[in-house]
């Protein structure tokens, strides 16, 4: 009398007694002879055994990220997101720049949920109102592709997801790679100012190092991702203090570029006694002298080498071994940047995401679902 049990690794015998059974349950094959009650007893501990297997495969498909996750519950939705955003970006080369930035704001705080989307209601004042997050960009472009995609699945594609997917065919739209996104987002109920503790453009990199340990990323990913800063614009109040009264002293930042530090003095005059006003502030380019402001190259990490960085923080890196190195490797391999950028990338994309039945597949992508709402 005999026990075999089919699993993937293929047959094993489990065991001899004296009663014959013959039954098959879900992959399972019973031969051989018990006592009733033992063979009662061994298939239901088998049964339960594969239930919680069951279960615990269940939990960990729920619980991941998964590319092509809509392939069957809304197969248009990638496409969808690619063909919006190059007719827009056709518009507007400077979008990816825009939602690059979005994605990452909301990355940051309370994970890749779409918080960063959702409008001030109420009582309750959300994450865009905070400081930082006064000059995010690109949220149009969100709520036009959730309002196409709600017209053939309704209910189906999260805004953490489109804000993830668009991102990334934003990149490969700038010249990064078109890397294979992992979705099955849902988006958050929740988001509130007193959540944005962001880091700030004068950061030390130390300071940096720390943020984004919070956030289970590295040294190497910080600086990856900071590559970002080749595209986009930048208020002049973020930086301006480098040129003019630098840490209190009255004089520019010791580390720019003298002739670069003019140019930026002619497009950002010093600030007067009115305080820095972000609607009204003047733009530069994020990487000012590289010439190709909408194209996501290693152009950031050469303005870094050659004290040309906007932002303290960016020039900073330019100033520790490890970071120096970094963008050294990048301006000479930068095919080695698209490749690392991108997979900084997909794991910023996983930050604190919420999956299964966490969270909902918000309608609009300002508000939460009716019913949900918490205030
Ligand atoms: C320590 C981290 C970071 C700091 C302190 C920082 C700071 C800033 C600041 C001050 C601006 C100018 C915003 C404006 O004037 O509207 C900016 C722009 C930008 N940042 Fe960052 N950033 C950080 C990390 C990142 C990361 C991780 C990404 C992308 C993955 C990113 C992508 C961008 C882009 C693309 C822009 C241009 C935005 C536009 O054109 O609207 N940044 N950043």
Same mark, same amino acid.
Request: glycine residues 8%; neutral net charge.
């Given at each position: 009398?005999?026990?075999?049990?089919?699993?993937?690794?293929?047959?094993?015998?489990?065991?001899?007694?004296?009663?014959?059974?013959?039954?098959? *349950?879900?992959?399972?094959?019973?031969?051989?002879?018990?006592?009733?009650?033992?063979?009662?007893?061994?298939?239901?501990?088998?049964?339960?055994?594969?239930?919680?297997?069951?279960?615990?495969?269940?939990?960990?498909?729920?619980?991941?990220?998964?590319?092509?996750?809509?392939?069957?519950?809304?197969?248009?939705?990638?496409?969808?997101?690619?063909? *919006?955003?190059?007719?827009?970006?056709?518009?507007?080369?400077?979008?990816?720049?825009?939602?690059?930035?979005?994605?990452?704001?909301?990355?940051?705080?309370?994970?890749?949920?779409?918080?960063?989307?959702?409008?001030?209601?109420?009582?309750?004042?959300?994450?865009?109102?905070?400081?930082?997050?006064?000059?995010?960009?690109?949220?149009?472009? *969100?709520?036009?592709?959730?309002?196409?995609?709600?017209?053939?699945?309704?209910?189906?594609?999260?805004?953490?997801?489109?804000?993830?997917?668009?991102?990334?065919?934003?990149?490969?739209?700038?010249?990064?790679?078109?890397?294979?996104?992992?979705?099955?987002?849902?988006?958050?109920?929740?988001?509130?100012?007193?959540?944005?503790?962001?880091?700030?453009?004068?950061?030390?990199?130390?300071?940096?190092?720390?943020?984004?340990?919070?956030?289970?990323?590295?040294?190497?990913?910080?600086?990856?991702?900071?590559?970002?800063?080749?595209?986009?614009?930048?208020?002049?109040?973020?930086?301006?203090?480098?040129?003019?009264?630098?840490?209190?002293?009255?004089?520019?930042?010791?580390?720019?570029?003298?002739?670069?530090?003019?140019?930026?003095?002619?497009?950002?005059?010093?600030?007067?006694?009115?305080?820095?006003?972000?609607?009204?502030?003047?733009?530069?380019?994020?990487?000012?002298?590289?010439?190709?402001?909408?194209?996501?190259?290693?152009?950031?990490?050469?303005?870094?080498?050659?004290?040309?960085?906007?932002?303290?923080?960016?020039?900073?890196?330019?100033?520790?071994?490890?970071?120096?190195?970094?963008?050294?490797?990048?301006?000479?391999?930068?095919?080695?940047?698209?490749?690392?950028?991108?997979?900084?990338?997909?794991?910023?994309?996983?930050?604190?995401?919420?999956?299964?039945?966490?969270?909902?597949?918000?309608?609009?992508?300002?508000?939460?679902?009716?019913?949900?709402?918490?205030?």
């Amino acid at each position: 009398m005999y026990v075999y049990i089919y699993d993937e690794m293929g047959i094993s015998l489990v065991t001899t007694n004296s009663i014959k059974i013959n039954s098959e *349950i879900e992959g399972i094959h019973l031969l051989g002879h018990f006592s009733q009650m033992e063979a009662q007893f061994l298939i239901q501990s088998l049964l339960a055994l594969l239930g919680v297997a069951f279960l615990l495969n269940a939990t960990t498909l729920a619980s991941q990220l998964e590319v092509h996750f809509y392939r069957n519950s809304c197969q248009q939705a990638e496409f969808l997101v690619k063909k *919006i955003m190059k007719e827009r970006v056709s518009q507007d080369p400077s979008l990816p720049a825009g939602l690059l930035r979005l994605h990452f704001h909301d990355c940051f705080v309370r994970g890749c949920d779409a918080s960063v989307l959702l409008d001030s209601k109420g009582e309750n004042v959300a994450e865009k109102e905070a400081p930082p997050n006064l000059t995010l960009r690109g949220f149009e472009v *969100i709520d036009e592709i959730k309002a196409e995609l709600e017209k053939s699945c309704k209910g189906v594609v999260s805004c953490a997801d489109i804000l993830a997917l668009a991102t990334r065919d934003g990149v490969a739209l700038s010249g990064g790679s078109a890397y294979a996104l992992p979705t099955g987002r849902r988006d958050g109920l929740v988001s509130k100012i007193s959540d944005v503790h962001l880091p700030a453009p004068s950061f030390s990199v130390s300071d940096a190092i720390n943020a984004f340990q919070s956030i289970n990323m590295t040294l190497q990913e910080l600086t990856t991702l900071l590559g970002a800063h080749a595209l986009g614009f930048c208020h002049c109040g973020f930086f301006v203090e480098r040129l003019y009264n630098f840490k209190g002293t009255g004089q520019p930042d010791p580390n720019i570029d003298p002739s670069f530090l003019q140019t930026l003095r002619k497009k950002c005059p010093p600030p007067g006694p009115v305080a820095f006003n972000f609607s009204t502030d003047p733009t530069v380019f994020m990487t000012p002298s590289s010439g190709t402001p909408f194209r996501l190259d290693s152009s950031f990490f050469k303005g870094v080498i050659e004290e040309q960085a906007i932002l303290q923080l960016d020039q900073e890196l330019g100033f520790t071994d490890l970071t120096r190195k970094i963008a050294a490797d990048y301006v000479n391999r930068p095919h080695v940047f698209r490749r690392k950028f991108a997979k900084a990338m997909i794991k910023l994309g996983s930050v604190g995401v919420l999956r299964g039945r966490e969270g909902e597949i918000r309608e609009n992508c300002r508000r939460v679902n009716t019913g949900n709402a918490l205030n």
